[in-house]
C-alpha cells in the first residue's frame, strides 16, 4: 500500500528573504513514455493522507506569481521542462564517469521523451532522477534549484548545465490542472516515488510509482480544460523546435524524433563540414539558397562566446517587402532565449546565425537577458569580430566582395557608418564607389584612393550625382580636367550622409566637389599660363567682372543670391552655385517632411553663392548687354543662368516655372 506524505511548499518567503534574490534553479528530472498514458492515476487518490497543511498567505501569492506572471507565453513550460530533463541525464552522465558514483540502477533511456493525448501530456527523461528527500526538497521549495547544488558540491559540469533559478518546473502549472512527478533515483533501489500537486496550496509525496519507469523522472500534466484543444502534437512540435531544438540529448515527441538538427555552433569549427554548414544556414535563415560568407568562432574573452554567423547571398528588403527583422538568435547552454536578438546591432540585420553565451544572466523567466551592460558588451564583441571578419573577406576575395557582397549589401554598412561611431573606422574601409580614373562599373576604396594621391594632396574628393554620365558632365568636375585628382562618385542620398558623417579618412579630409574655394591644384604650369592669357584676350577684366558681380546681385535679389563671385575652377560653364545641400539630399528630407506631415518646407531652395565664369562668352556678352536697351533682355538672361546652375547642382525640384521664361528667350532669338 502507497505511503503518503503531505507537504506544505515552501518559499524563500518564509524561508529566506526575497525570491529575485536568488539566483538559483529548480531541477526537477523530465518523464515520458508512451506506455504511461493509460496507467495514470486520477490525482484525487483515496490513499490516506498523514497530513495537510494548507499555504501561508503569502506562500499562495508567491506560487501564483511564479506560475502565472514571470512567463510572457505559456508555451515556455515546454522548454523548462525539457531543459530540465536535459540536465537530469546530463547528471547522470557526469556521474556515471565517476568511480564513486554510487549508482545502482543501470538501466534506462538517454533522452528526454514526451507523449501527448487529448488531456494529459507527459514529459520523460532516463536520468538520475530523485529520492524522496530531493523531491521534498527540490519540488517542494520555490527558487530552489537541484542543477545548481549539484554543480556547487564539486561536479565538472557547470558548461552543459541548464537550469539556475528553481522556477522553471512550476510553468506546468500555467497549463495543468494539477501535476504528478513519478521519480526513481539511479542511487537508490525501491519502488520510487510519486510527487503531486494542484499549485493550490499543498503537495504529496507517495511511495511508489510507475512500475514501467525504470530510471529517471516522469512528469504527468493534466491539461486544464481550456488548454485541451491547444495543446496537440503540431504545437508541441513547433515549440519544441522554436526553443529545445539544440538540447545534448534526442527528443521524441510520441515516437518521433524532433530536434534532428544539431547544434552546430557547439562544434569546433574544423569539424563542420561545408554541407552542414549550408544545412544548418538554410535552417536558421529559412531560405534555400547558400551562404556567401560565413563566420565560425569560439571565445573564451572578454564572455564565453559560441558563434556562428552566416551572410546571405541576397536579402529582401530590395523586392519592397519591409524592413527586415533582425536574423541572429540569442541561447544559453544551446536553449534559445531570444530570437531575433539585439545581440547584433540594426544595421547588421541581414546576418543570420546563432550567438551562444553561457556567461550572460538571464531574467528569472530565462526569456531576456537580465544586465544590459553585458548584453552590449557581447553585442561589442561579436560585432567587432564580424566586421574584423568582412574586412578579411575583402582583402583575401576582393573581387567576390565587390562583385557579390557589395551590390547586395553595401547599403547596410553605409547605414552603420552614420549610426554606428563605434566601428565607423573599420566600416569606412569597406566602403565601394565609382571614381573617375576608374572605368565605368568598377569600384575603388578609400584605401585605394588613398594610395594613388600625388605628394601634394591632402583631401579626398568626391561628387553626388545621380549618375556617372551626369557626374562626368557636371560643371563641378571641370576644375579637375586638367589636374590629376582623382574624384569619387557617389549616387545616392545615404552616401551623401555617408560622406557627411565621415568627414576624414586616415587623417584626410573628406571634401565635396561642390564647396565653395575649392582649390584642387596639380595643374601644370603651362596650361596655368595659357588659361591667364585666354582669360586676358576674350575674358573680362578685374573692373568688368566686379561690375557683372555687382549686376547680378541686385538683379537676382537677396532671395536668390547671398554672394556671387568670379571663379577660375570653369572651363564651359558658365556659372554654378556651391556649398548647398545635394539634390539627393533634398530628395529624401522632402520625403521625411511630407512624411511628417508638413508641406512646402523644402520647396524654398534659399540664397546660393553663385560662382560665375568671367571667360564664358555668356557673361562676357551678359556685360556688354546689362544697362542698355536690352536689359530687359539681360535679366532674363541672369535668371536663366542662375536657374540653370540649380538644375546642374540637382537641387531645382520643379523647373517647370522657367518653362516661360525660356519661351521668351527663344522668340528674341527667332526674332532676329
Not at 540569442?330 to 540594426?346: A, F, G
Not at 537577458?369 to 582583402?395: G, N, P, Y
Not at 573617375?436 to 588613398?450: A, I, M, N, W
Amino acid at each position: 500500500m502507497f505511503r503518503r506524505l503531505s507537504h506544505r511548499l515552501a518559499s524563500p518567503l518564509s524561508r529566506r528573504g526575497s525570491l529575485l534574490s536568488h539566483h538559483h534553479l529548480p531541477s526537477s528530472s523530465l518523464l515520458l513514455q508512451p506506455s504511461t498514458l493509460n496507467q495514470t492515476r486520477p490525482y484525487n487518490t483515496t490513499s490516506p493522507t498523514l497530513s495537510k497543511t494548507s499555504f501561508k498567505a503569502e506562500t499562495r501569492q508567491l506560487l501564483d506569481i511564479v506560475t502565472n506572471s514571470i512567463y510572457t507565453d505559456s508555451e515556455v513550460y515546454v522548454r523548462e521542462l525539457i531543459s530540465n530533463g536535459s540536465d537530469s541525464l546530463e547528471k547522470l552522465r557526469h556521474l556515471t564517469a565517476s568511480s564513486d558514483s554510487g549508482l545502482v540502477r543501470k538501466d534506462g533511456h538517454e533522452g528526454v521523451k514526451i507523449t501527448a493525448s487529448d488531456d494529459l501530456i507527459i514529459f520523460e527523461d532516463g536520468g538520475v532522477g530523485m529520492t524522496r528527500e530531493e523531491l521534498e526538497i527540490n519540488l517542494g521549495t520555490i527558487a530552489r534549484s537541484g542543477s545548481r547544488e549539484f554543480v556547487k558540491e564539486g561536479n565538472d559540469a557547470d558548461g552543459d548545465i541548464i537550469g539556475k533559478f528553481g522556477v522553471g518546473f512550476y510553468s506546468a502549472f500555467m497549463v495543468g490542472s494539477h501535476v504528478e512527478v513519478h521519480s526513481k533515483s539511479a542511487k537508490e533501489e525501491g519502488p520510487g516515488y510519486t510527487w503531486k500537486s494542484d499549485g493550490g496550496g499543498e503537495f504529496e509525496i507517495i511511495e511508489g510509482c510507475d512500475e514501467d519507469l525504470e530510471r529517471g523522472c516522469r512528469i504527468k500534466i493534466y491539461l486544464k480544460d481550456k488548454e485541451k484543444k491547444e495543446w496537440g502534437e503540431e504545437k508541441l512540435k513547433e515549440v519544441i523546435k522554436k526553443y529545445s531544438n539544440f538540447v545534448n540529448f534526442p527528443i521524441t515527441l510520441n515516437d518521433n524524433s524532433v530536434n534532428t538538427v544539431e547544434a552546430v555552433w557547439s562544434k569546433m569549427p574544423s569539424e563542420v563540414s561545408e554541407d552542414t554548414h549550408k544545412e544548418f544556414y538554410r535552417f536558421v535563415s529559412g531560405a534555400f539558397d547558400e551562404p556567401l560568407y560565413k563566420l565560425h568562432y569560439r571565445a573564451d574573452a572578454p564572455l564565453d562566446i559560441k558563434a556562428l554567423l552566416y551572410v546571405p547571398k541576397f536579402h529582401t528588403e530590395k523586392y519592397g517587402m519591409g524592413r527586415m527583422e533582425k536574423g541572429v538568435s540569442l541561447y544559453s547552454r544551446k536553449v534559445l532565449i531570444e530570437s531575433k536578438s539585439d545581440v547584433m546591432p540594426e544595421w547588421l540585420r541581414f546576418v543570420k546565425g546563432v550567438v551562444d553565451c553561457e556567461d550572460l544572466p538571464l531574467s528569472i523567466s530565462r526569456e531576456k537577458a537580465q544586465d544590459s551592460r553585458l548584453v552590449a558588451k557581447l553585442r561589442q564583441a561579436t560585432t567587432r569580430r564580424l566586421v574584423s571578419e568582412l574586412e578579411k573577406f575583402k582583402r583575401k576575395e576582393g573581387e567576390k566582395f565587390r562583385k557579390e557582397f557589395w551590390p547586395e549589401f553595401g547599403h547596410f554598412i553605409k547605414e552603420g557608418v552614420c549610426q554606428d561611431f563605434q566601428f565607423q573606422s573599420q566600416l569606412s574601409k569597406l566602403l565601394h564607389f565609382e571614381s573617375s580614373k576608374e572605368k565605368p562599373g568598377d569600384l575603388t576604396t578609400l584605401e585605394e584612393y588613398v594610395s594613388r594621391m600625388e605628394a601634394d594632396q591632402k583631401e579626398i574628393y568626391y561628387l553626388v550625382a545621380p549618375s556617372r554620365e551626369v557626374a562626368e558632365k557636371s560643371p563641378y568636375m571641370e576644375a579637375f580636367a586638367n589636374t590629376k585628382r582623382e574624384v569619387l562618385f557617389v549616387y545616392s542620398a545615404i552616401d551623401d550622409f555617408v560622406m557627411s558623417n565621415l568627414q576624414k579618412f586616415e587623417d584626410r579630409k573628406l571634401r565635396s566637389a561642390e564647396d565653395k574655394d575649392l582649390d584642387v591644384g596639380g595643374g601644370e604650369d603651362e596650361e596655368d599660363e595659357k588659361g591667364e592669357e585666354e582669360e586676358k584676350k576674350d575674358g573680362l577684366g578685374k573692373e568688368a567682372s566686379d561690375d557683372i558681380c555687382v549686376w547680378l546681385t541686385a538683379t537676382l535679389g537677396d532671395s536668390k543670391v547671398s554672394k556671387v563671385k568670379v571663379t577660375k575652377r570653369l572651363g564651359s560653364s558658365p556659372a554654378i552655385v556651391t556649398n548647398h545641400e545635394s539634390g539627393a539630399m533634398r530628395r529624401m528630407m522632402r520625403m521625411v517632411d511630407t512624411q511628417g506631415g508638413a508641406t512646402g518646407g523644402l520647396d524654398i531652395i534659399g540664397p546660393q553663392e553663385l560662382e560665375i565664369n568671367p571667360s564664358h562668352p555668356l557673361i562676357v556678352g551678359l556685360s556688354k548687354m546689362k544697362g542698355g536697351d536690352k536689359d530687359g533682355l539681360a535679366k532674363e538672361v541672369a535668371e536663366q543662368i542662375y536657374d540653370n546652375a540649380l538644375v546642374q547642382a540637382g537641387i531645382m525640384d520643379d523647373p517647370r516655372g522657367m518653362i516661360q521664361r525660356v519661351n521668351s528667350l527663344m522668340e528674341n532669338l527667332v526674332d532676329k
